[in-house]
């Protein structure tokens, strides 16, 4: 069985850091990009970063600058360090498996992505 669990949240001052880790289990990550994908309350779920199967990157112009997507292979594991987070940033952060198109694209887009863990809580405080 195929599992994505994100673990890391928590709840943090505006400007401060955060690192949020993606595990997978029943699945090599090796073979796939890996995204980063956040929901706020009463808003759609938005693409966040992704990395790819090259460990070519890609992010939300929202968190340029900010955030640093990573993976390690060895621990099938995928990160996502949130530096000098504001409270926009406050979501559920769900990470997933791109199953749509090559491994080697990197896609913001919700639908080319199919196996999503469960998420896990940012608040962000003033």
């Known amino acids: 069985q195929v599992q994505l669990v994100e673990s890391g949240g928590g709840s943090v001052e505006v400007g401060g850091s955060l690192k949020l880790t993606c595990t997978a289990s029943?699945?090599?990550?090796?073979?796939?990009?890996v995204g980063w994908f956040r929901q706020a309350p009463g808003k759609e779920r938005e693409g966040v970063s992704c990395i790819t199967s090259d460990h070519e990157t890609l992010y939300a112009d929202s968190v340029k600058g900010r955030f640093t997507v990573s993976r390690d292979n060895v621990k099938n594991t995928a990160y996502l360090q949130m530096d000098n987070v504001q409270v926009e940033d406050t979501a559920i952060y769900y990470c997933a498996r791109k199953e749509r198109g090559s491994s080697s694209d990197a896609s913001l887009s919700a639908s080319d992505f199919r196996t999503w863990g469960q998420g896990a809580q940012v608040t962000v405080t003033s």
């Open positions: 029943g699945t090599l990550l090796d073979y796939y990009a």
